[in-house]
Every structure is written in structure tokens, then in C-alpha cells.
């Protein structure tokens, strides 16, 4: 089974739709159309700062992660977010969230960011576990205001 992660591509649309609601789904996030729209526009909008790549193993999509540059002041100087990582339930553990995450961090090293930061749920268990083979966990404390 051969895995292959790239930026999406125009045809993907459809695949990407239902992986990312899966992924609003897992989190119990109320996600519209229209907002998965507005996330695809930005993703094939090469002017904006959202990124995507996909997970493709036989012909399917089975993964998503979206990630983007952010400045970080206190060091001067650029580093990577990445905001969304999912891969299809039914092909979990077949290393596709591993060369996700990679991919990413061949983007970053390429663009001179200096790390790749992420946040998951606390109760993410099995997520967790691949972050902790492949990342240092910090101990930062999340905090947001709803405006």
C-alpha cells in the first residue's frame, strides 16, 4: 500500500470535504458547508497563509492536516502552527499520521521555520501517542477569549 502525502489538488475537494467534517465531528465541533468552503478557498488561495496537505494511500484520501506560519516575537523569528491533523479511522495506524506531520516539518525547514507547534485534546490518547514519538510536549496552558 503505497502512501503518498501532497498539497491538495482541485478533484480532492469532494474526499477533503468528508475528511475534515470527520474531523469536526471527532472534536464535537459544529461545522456548515459554507465553513468547509471558506477553509478550501483559503487552502487554494496561494496568497493565503493556510496550507494543506493530504494522505493518499490506493487512490484515496485518507488524511488531512492544515498548517500555517506564525511570527513569534519573543525569539524573532518565524515558526509553523499546525491547526488540524485527521486521518480516516479505518486507516489509522498505517502511518499516515506520521508522514503528515513530517511533511510538515520538511515545509517548515524549507521555509526556515523554527519549530512546528501544535495543540490536541487532553483526552486524545492515541493521537497522543504518535506526538510524543515524534515531538516534545511543552507545558503550556491554553487559554481563549471568545469574542
Not at 489538488?9 to 461545522?31: R, T
Not at 471558506?38 to 488531512?64: K, M, S, Y
Not at 519549530?115 to 486524545?124: E, H, K, L, P
Not at 497522543?128 to 503550556?140: H, I, P
Request: glycine share 8%.
Amino acid at each position: 500500500m503505497t502512501l503518498t502525502i501532497r498539497p491538495p489538488e482541485a478533484a480532492d475537494k469532494p474526499d477533503w470535504d468528508a475528511l475534515y467534517s470527520g474531523y469536526a465531528e471527532f472534536y464535537g465541533v459544529e461545522q456548515t458547508q459554507e465553513m468547509r468552503d471558506r477553509v478550501w478557498g483559503w487552502i487554494i488561495d496561494p496568497a493565503h497563509d493556510v496550507n494543506c496537505f493530504v494522505a493518499e494511500q490506493n487512490g484515496a484520501l485518507i488524511g488531512l492536516t492544515h498548517f500555517r506560519p506564525f511570527s513569534s516575537p519573543l525569539s524573532a523569528n518565524v515558526k509553523g502552527f499546525l491547526d488540524d491533523l485527521f486521518v480516516d479511522p479505518q486507516t489509522r495506524g498505517t502511518g499516515a499520521a506520521d508522514a503528515l506531520i513530517n511533511a510538515v516539518s520538511a515545509h517548515g525547514r524549507k521555509n526556515g521555520w523554527a519549530v512546528i507547534r501544535w495543540i490536541t485534546a487532553d483526552n486524545n490518547y492515541r493521537a497522543r501517542g504518535v506526538y510524543d514519538k515524534l515531538a516534545q510536549r511543552t507545558g503550556w496552558i491554553t487559554y481563549d477569549i471568545p469574542l
